[in-house]
């Protein structure tokens, strides 16, 4: 090990997705580019998060970045969220947007990166033709999996 050795390696990639509050269409035409831009901003403003790709439907976000090891994931889900729902709120009226408690948070390889990309980036076309991954969907409880006790 070289001496005086800070660095550290890391290849952390994140999909993120949460929901608005009971599953309402809040993200309307009018919010979704604001709301966008503002989660694009806020992660690139945030240390040791390094932005992907940013998408989603009326009713959830999915979001996509790179994360540095000293990162607290939680931590960061709750400022995104908490952050983003506040700035809809001042710039288009109270109650604007209001998200749900939970989330879905899965990790994946870099070599996955432009798949996944290209999923986010096409939220709506997945929802509206039926192919979206149920696992990069899940939020708040697990996908249903074959249980293993059954062997």
Request: glycine share 10%.
């Amino acid at each position: 090990m070289g001496r005086g050795s800070t660095h550290v390696f890391s290849e952390i990639y994140i999909h993120l997705n949460w929901h608005c509050k009971d599953d309402r269409p809040l993200i309307v035409p009018e919010l979704e580019p604001a709301l966008h831009e503002y989660i694009e901003s806020y992660c690139r403003m945030v240390k040791g998060i390094h932005f992907k790709g940013v998408g989603g439907t009326e009713d959830h976000v999915h979001l996509l970045f790179q994360m540095e090891p000293f990162v607290t994931l939680s931590d960061f889900i709750g400022r995104v969220k908490g952050a983003s729902s506040h700035e809809m709120n001042v710039r288009f009226g109270k109650a604007a947007l209001d998200w749900q408690r939970g989330y879905g948070v899965v990790s994946f390889a870099a070599r996955h990166l432009p798949g996944l990309m290209g999923y986010v980036e096409h939220q709506k076309e997945h929802h509206r033709c039926g192919t979206v991954r149920d696992l990069l969907e899940a939020h708040g409880e697990l996908p249903v999996t074959e249980d293993a006790s059954q062997d």
